[in-house]
């Protein structure tokens, strides 16, 4: 039996499996993924790629790439029975600095992102290859998977279960997937050469027949019904049956061709860890969840932007193996809240009885009067996001409600010294950064704690007021030091994002922010070397038993 040795072994090469190999070669990690397939699967599954992914991908470079191929910022509408438009929503916010809601075609992405990963020297894609047995113990992983006819033995450091809800990689750790798989049942029907000019998703409400309708790129749509009690599923998929549902919508009676018919069920499950010893879950294999609010793949790719910086910095010999714990205790709650969010936002969309759609219709409406309501829907402020409590944060339990601890940090415009002007991610790099929105964050940093932080690979970002803005003594960045126990950054808050965080909240002049973009601390100047520390103490101390959960000392 060929025996192939590596850092990780990714079984699954879907989005989240292939997002996770491409942020560990960032980090020279060896990488084996594996995938039982023998090519991309024709088939779009998902269909909207978030701004929160999109940040992830521009951390490897793919982002812009990813939107060449997109309906970039697409509005959705929503309906009552009656034809009504309930709401419109069309975010134009980039809180993290890429455009909220986009719809893509799957194949296409994961075409594009299996090209990155061949450029990469350090990460090899198997297809054909089906994982058939799985060991571990305390010094690695073992996976037997079957190969061009041949078994063959795969020893990591780590193995990673990104191979879908019917995951093979969850059922051989042992590790038990709770919650519903809803009774009801929904058609997806996805067509070609689309005729139908409407550059927006619509959701068509109702206490009979809910549908919805969503524009693809390249003349892609698809369309989903839901299957009514009584209805033989077998019947609904049939050419005949899909045509007459569509009819409604192309009253010409040009109705596209289908490629693609298929009965669904609703799940809302979350597994009971996504973690047992050296294997990890992540994405459908660690959790399910309607597709009514498209975040499905989105939350697969939160989960590998927390994981894969803590599999890079453990494997780098940068953290203690302990820190890895912390992708359950973060990523777990937060996936189940946005299950049980995709669950309740199905609920409105089929009402019990036209008694209850117009109390909902009511309630609706009236919310978008209240001051500052329309708002909230336009810009796709109810969407929840992610608050880690526990895990790598610094008094995140403790956090009070509008502190950004345990979220993820804005993504602004800002210059660099030489004058180019990017996303302060493209300033970051994957490394803890030490961000300092007020003057002088480098001289408030002793040189052990900053020797500490830089052994980490960690680095100190200084912000400051565009040159045009300058007041008398003021810091000239072109004076500082070349030279310091860890690297320091300037740059310029170009756009006033930054000096507009310091406004809100004057007591966090410093952010600690942790590679996946999550704030792990903030503190005043004062507090700087004891919170940093801290930080640097979640990292290295956890091995002596040093850290609990939320940054609290046993």
């Known amino acids: 039996m060929n025996t192939i040795e590596c850092d990780v072994v990714i079984i699954g090469a879907g989005p989240a499996g292939v997002t996770l190999a491409s942020l560990l070669a960032g980090y020279d990690v060896s990488v084996l993924i594996m995938d039982r397939e023998p090519d991309v699967l024709q088939e779009p599954r998902a269909v909207g790629i978030d701004d929160e992914a999109l940040r992830t991908l521009q951390s490897f470079g793919m982002a812009e790439r990813v939107l060449d191929d997109a309906v970039r910022n697409a509005p959705i509408r929503y309906y009552d029975?009656?034809?009504?438009?309930?709401?419109?929503?069309?975010?134009?916010?980039?809180?993290?600095?890429?455009?909220?809601?986009?719809?893509?075609?799957?194949?296409?992405?994961?075409?594009?992102?299996?090209?990155?990963?061949?450029?990469?020297?350090?990460?090899?894609?198997r297809t054909s290859c089906e994982a058939v047995g799985l060991q571990q113990d305390d010094s690695g992983v073992v996976i037997t998977a079957r190969h061009g006819g041949e078994h063959i033995e795969v020893r990591a450091q780590y193995a990673i279960g990104a191979d879908g809800g019917k995951s093979f990689v969850r059922k051989a750790a042992d590790i038990e997937l709770l919650g519903d798989t809803a009774p009801m049942k929904w058609l997806v029907v996805d067509v070609e050469k689309d005729t139908w000019d409407a550059p927006y998703s619509a959701v068509y409400t109702s206490p009979e027949r809910p549908s919805m309708t969503i524009p693809l790129p390249f003349g892609y749509r698809r369309f989903e019904f839901k299957v009514l009690d009584g209805e033989d599923p077998d019947t609904m998929a049939t050419p005949e049956k899909v045509a007459e549902l569509m009819a409604p919508f192309y009253p010409d009676g040009r109705i596209p061709n289908a490629i693609r018919r298929r009965i669904y069920w609703h799940h809302s499950r979350t597994a009971a860890t996504f973690q047992r010893d050296r294997v990890f879950l992540v994405g459908d294999a660690a959790h399910l969840q309607p597709p009514f609010f498209g975040q499905g793949m989105n939350s697969g790719i939160r989960d590998v932007t927390n994981l894969g910086w803590k599999l890079g910095f453990v494997l780098r010999g940068m953290a203690a193996p302990e820190l890895l714990a912390t992708y359950d205790a973060e990523r777990r709650e937060a996936a189940k809240d946005m299950v049980e969010f995709a669950t309740g936002v199905g609920r409105l969309y089929h009402p019990r009885s036209t008694f209850t759609e117009a109390a909902r219709n009511v309630l609706f409406r009236g919310a978008q009067k209240v001051p500052g309501g329309r708002d909230y829907i336009l810009q796709m402020k109810y969407k929840p996001t992610p608050r880690y409590r526990r895990g790598l944060v610094l008094a995140g339990e403790r956090a009070d409600k509008a502190s950004l601890v345990g979220r993820a940090f804005p993504q602004p415009m800002v210059e660099r010294i030489d004058g180019g002007r990017v996303k302060i991610d493209d300033v970051f790099g994957q490394r803890i950064v030490v961000l300092g929105v007020v003057p002088g964050t480098a001289e408030a940093l002793s040189a052990q704690t900053a020797e500490r932080l830089a052994a980490h690979g960690g680095c100190v970002v200084q912000a400051h007021v565009m040159p045009a803005y300058r007041r008398a003594g003021q810091f000239d960045p072109a004076t500082r030091p070349a030279e310091g126990p860890a690297p320091v950054i300037d740059l310029y808050d170009l756009e006033g994002g930054l000096r507009d965080l310091q406004l809100a909240r004057p007591a966090d002049e410093v952010y600690v922010i942790r590679p996946d973009r999550y704030v792990a601390a903030t503190c005043r100047l004062a507090e700087l070397d004891a919170v940093v520390g801290g930080v640097v103490d979640l990292l290295d101390g956890a091995s002596r038993g040093a850290v609990a959960a939320g940054g609290t000392r046993r």
């Open 81 to 125: 029975s009656k034809g009504r438009v309930l709401a419109h929503v069309a975010p134009s916010a980039r809180p993290y600095g890429w455009p909220r809601r986009n719809l893509f075609f799957q194949p296409n992405l994961e075409k594009v992102l299996r090209e990155y990963l061949a450029m990469q020297p350090n990460v090899e894609l």
